[in-house]
């Protein structure tokens, strides 16, 4: 079974920092591309980083500079570095994963999708 679990969210003080993690599994995960996206109530889902099969990929610009996507070398392990958090990242945040494994800014309909874990930045 194809499972993207997503975890690492919770509360946290403007300026703050949280570290989401996906754990991937059951799919070639090395051959896809995995991303992360957020939601924020009443506002359509966006992407916010993503890593292709090469290692390459993008982070949306408004989160650039403060938030840092990485990954083991398989892809089973994606991890989102959030720094300088903002109460406008309130967001759920989902791990999402595409096949033929590449990155595209502004595209959302990834093939496999995890739960979302809830990101919330008090001011």
């Known amino acids: 079974d194809v499972q993207l679990q997503a975890s690492g969210g919770g509360l946290v003080q403007a300026g703050g920092s949280l570290r989401l993690s996906c754990v991937a599994s059951?799919?070639?995960?090395?051959?896809?591309?995995i991303g992360w996206f957020r939601q924020a109530p009443g506002k359509e889902r966006e992407g916010v980083a993503c890593?292709?099969?090469?290692?390459?990929?993008y982070v949306a610009d408004s989160v650039k500079g403060r938030f840092t996507i990485s990954s083991d070398n398989a892809k089973t392990k994606v991890y989102l570095e959030m720094n300088t958090l903002k109460p406008e990242d309130t967001a759920v945040y989902y791990c999402?994963?595409?096949?033929?494994?590449?990155?595209?800014?502004?595209?959302?309909?990834?093939?496999?999708w995890g739960k979302g874990t809830q990101v919330t930045v008090s001011s």
């Open positions: 999402a994963a595409d096949w033929p494994g590449l990155c595209v800014p502004g595209y959302t309909g990834m093939d496999y």
């Open positions: 059951g799919f070639p995960t090395d051959k896809f591309a």
């Open positions: 890593i292709d099969h090469a290692d390459s990929g």
